[in-house]
């Protein structure tokens, strides 16, 4: 089974930055993408930023202008820098593998907290 492992995450002040990051155990390139989605208490998970086996990149309107997903297909790692870092912002990031188009993410990693306060 494919193992996703994120880390980064920690306390930050407002207007910070993170560079949050999920190291995977098995090729990246294999999944049709790649994405990180986040959890508030109270809140459904909702999706941060995405990247596909062709590189299109789909972005929350949120974070847009603030994060920036990349991916190291050598190192089997995506990663998330995030910027201008907002209180909310503050959730639980969860690293995610989408294996094919036709499915919904369904591999995800044991997320990594994220707090922005002052």
């Known amino acids: 089974q494919v193992q996703l492992v994120e880390s980064g995450g920690g306390l930050v002040q407002p207007g910070g930055a993170l560079r949050l990051s999920c190291a995977a155990s098995a090729s990246i390139y294999n999944f049709y993408a790649m994405g990180w989605y986040r959890q508030a208490p109270g809140k459904q998970r909702e999706l941060v930023a995405t990247?596909?086996?062709?590189?299109?990149?789909n972005y929350a309107d949120f974070v847009k202008g603030r994060f920036t997903i990349s991916r190291d297909n050598i190192k089997n790692t995506v990663y998330l820098q995030m910027s201008k870092l907002k209180p909310e912002d503050t959730a639980v990031y969860y690293c995610?593998?989408?294996?094919?188009?036709?499915?919904?993410?369904?591999?995800w990693g044991q997320g990594t907290q994220v707090t922005v306060s002052s």
């Open positions: 990247i596909t086996q062709g590189g299109n990149i």
């Open positions: 995610g593998g989408r294996w094919s188009y036709y499915r919904e993410f369904d591999y």
